[in-house]
């Protein structure tokens, strides 16, 4: 047996916003009788472009239901524009989570809402141009591509959890796993957030204390941090350190390097003079 | 309130099993291969729990060996069959079989064995003449199940096992869903060895036999102690044998009842429910059929949500529908069979027992139809109708 939330118990036995909107701005069609799953999502755009009515039509199982029934509660009352930010974890976090196999039913939500909105928009549908990876599903390169990038897949099985492709024949294994790798070679370094000077000194301290010191005690070294001015962080080397020639390399290689990597990508360290 | 109609999944201890099984967790705990009679005394009764097995299915008590559940009496069928023909390295099994045996060959045909899945038609009957022709001098065992458990459809494993036995191959019966619901006599055919299961008969779950005709070549899946006379090592669950043989013993006087009461109970269901809820089917042979179990299919909504609006009211039932497998796909006795998608989605399993009243069936009746049609009510294809399923039936 699923373990469901509450509250997708809640929305699949009293769905909210079941039906169809009279002349509707946009509408979409996802899926379909053969995958198990459909969602049809009609909404109703105002003249400031904010959505006023959003109904669903589900067939599926209860968190399929539950995810639609979420999904217009959520855009009600939205701009076009804030609606079109929200993301399948958004939708499942709205509903306290799904189960890893069931994350495909906020998937179908997301991209009935993305469907929709290109409706109301006058924006053709490109799908039926795109390459089909998983025929059992008919699910996208496209597709496959968005979700390995958005969510941080790794595996096939974590790409069969978020939209169904290769849940079924599985001769598409590799051609997922060929996505994935392409994906995560191009794939940007996370941005990370900005950080306070004060955070960004905290971290470089645990940073050191965590990954370089232990390092560098084990050659009788160690390391002391005596300043972080902007990207610059000032230390002075003791011990094993501070005797040896190679020692500026150590700081460049092993030091700069761990915490560009652990802390901010744009930091320099630089050794003070004794 | 429980309205439990997934007899094909477990069943409630019978009261009588119960009770006989008590005794032989703390006061006579003893250990059958124990010299002292403390012990001893579990043996003689272990004994007559074979003696009550064996007369279930018209066997001898010795032809009987005790298991922990019916997948290992399928493994230890399937093995012994290979291990005591080691020249022989083909398998036949039909596509609808339990996983305990689907399973198993497939992960023999990963270790160089060749298998054989027999098709099966759109009621889920299967062809003798195919399963003849599949036989070969190389074929070391055929594997067919009695009947099916998701849809109850009955194959013709005693013919099948002539004529596998006309051909020199070994024939299994995995009848863990058969034994109990319907009359076997093993003095009248030809089948080498059957899997039953004690919690599909209102025995526990950890109990379960393996039949294996006096003559027939055996070699010992789990290997250990003299237990079972060195068929099957590891120290007896006494209470759970004692319970299977007094449920073996309910079940040889129920199977009368099963056939008339329990029978007409799921048919009054299946015709009520066919006739008071449109675009709903039958899946599987109704002749050939177990007679507590009915699978029927209802077009444009997905089963799960069925389970569990049932679940609501507190109706057990289970679904072949993909969502309720986590696979994706619905299930594959559904898929063997053709089962168009539209239908195979929204299938639901229904499974009497003897302990289902009349009553239960009236409200199962009365809400059924209101389920189907609240969700019907959701569902983007229930208005579009027919013009949908032509395109997916076509």
Not at chain 1, 93 to 103: M, S, T, V, W
Not at chain 2, 34 to 55: K, L, W
Request: hydrophobic share 40%.
């Amino acid at each position: 047996m699923w373990e469901y939330t509450d509250k997708v118990m809640e929305h699949f036995l009293h769905p909210r916003n079941v039906g169809e909107v009279e002349n509707p701005d946009g509408v979409a069609n996802v899926g379909s009788l053969a995958c198990g799953d459909a969602l049809k999502l009609t909404i109703k755009v105002d003249d400031q472009g904010r959505i006023t009515d959003a109904r669903f039509k589900t067939f599926g199982c209860a968190s399929a239901i539950a995810s639609a029934s979420a999904l217009t509660e959520m855009i009600k009352g939205m701009s076009v524009d804030e609606a079109a930010k929200i993301t399948n974890q958004d939708i499942a976090d709205f509903l306290g989570g799904l189960p890893k196999e069931k994350i495909h039913c906020s998937v179908m939500g997301r991209e009935a809402l993305e469907k929709a909105i290109a409706s109301y928009r006058g924006l053709p549908d490109t799908e039926a141009a795109e390459k089909i990876i998983c025929e059992c599903f008919g699910v996208t390169e496209t597709e496959i591509e968005r979700v390995v990038r958005e969510n941080n897949l790794k595996t096939v099985e974590e790409v069969t959890n978020y939209t169904k492709a290769g849940g079924g024949c599985g001769n598409c294994h590799e051609a997922i796993m060929d996505i994935i790798n392409r994906v995560r070679a191009t794939a940007k370094p996370v941005e990370k957030p900005k950080l306070t000077n004060l955070q960004k000194i905290r971290m470089i301290e645990e940073t050191i204390e965590r990954e370089i010191r232990p390092s560098l005690r084990q050659d009788g070294g160690d390391l002391e941090l005596v300043d972080v001015v902007g990207n610059k962080v000032l230390v002075a080397t003791r011990g094993a350190c501070a005797a040896c020639a190679l020692s500026h390399l150590t700081l460049k290689d092993f030091v700069q390097a761990k915490l560009r990597e652990l802390v901010w990508p744009e930091l320099e360290v630089e050794e003070v003079s004794k | 309130m429980t309205i439990y109609l997934d007899n094909n999944a477990t069943t409630q201890v019978a009261q009588e099993v119960l009770e006989a099984m008590l005794p032989y967790f703390h006061d006579l705990y003893g250990n059958p291969s124990s010299m002292h009679t403390f012990g001893g005394q579990v043996g003689r009764i272990i004994r007559r729990a074979r003696e009550q097995v064996a007369a279930l299915i018209n066997a001898e008590p010795d032809e009987i060996i005790f298991t922990s559940c019916g997948s290992e009496s399928d493994n230890t069928a399937i093995r012994s069959a290979l291990t005591t023909q080691p020249g022989k390295r083909h398998l036949v099994a039909s596509r609808v079989e339990h996983p305990a045996i689907n399973a198993l060959a497939a992960h023999l045909a990963k270790e160089g064995y060749r298998v054989t899945e027999l098709p099966v038609d759109g009621e889920g009957r299967l062809s003798l003449e195919q399963f003849a022709r599949s036989l070969t001098p190389e074929t070391a065992i055929a594997s067919l199940m009695w009947a099916n458990n998701e849809t109850g459809v009955i194959f013709p494993v005693e013919e099948a096992a002539a004529t596998a036995r006309s051909k020199g191959v070994l024939f299994h019966t995995d009848a863990v869903q058969a034994v109990g619901k319907i009359p076997i006599d093993m003095k009248q055919n030809a089948i080498d060895m059957l899997a039953l299961s004690g919690h599909k008969l209102h025995a526990p779950k950890g109990v379960g036999a393996l039949y294996v005709r006096r003559g027939t070549k055996f070699s010992p899946f789990l290997i250990g102690g003299h237990q079972e006379k060195g068929r099957r090592g590891g120290t007896e669950n006494t209470a759970g044998i004692i319970g299977l043989g007094v449920a073996c013993e309910l079940a040889a006087r129920n199977l009368e009842k099963e056939n008339t009461a329990v029978k007409n109970l799921r048919d009054k269901l299946e015709n009520a429910l066919l006739t008071r809820i449109p675009h709903s089917r039958i899946n599987g042979d109704r002749v050939q059929r177990l007679p507590n179990t009915t699978n029927i299919s209802f077009k444009f909504v997905e089963g799960e949500a069925i389970l569990l609006l049932l679940n609501e009211l507190g109706i057990c039932a289970s679904s072949g529908s993909a969502c309720t497998s986590g696979s994706l796909q619905p299930s594959h006795v559904l898929r063997a069979m053709g089962v168009p998608f539209t239908f195979a989605h929204g299938s639901i399993r229904l499974s009497l027992s003897v302990y289902n009243t009349e009553a239960e069936i009236d409200f199962v009746i009365e809400k059924f139809p209101i389920i189907i049609e609240k969700l019907r009510g959701l569902s983007p294809y229930w208005e579009v109708g027919d013009a949908v399923c032509a395109t997916f039936e076509g």
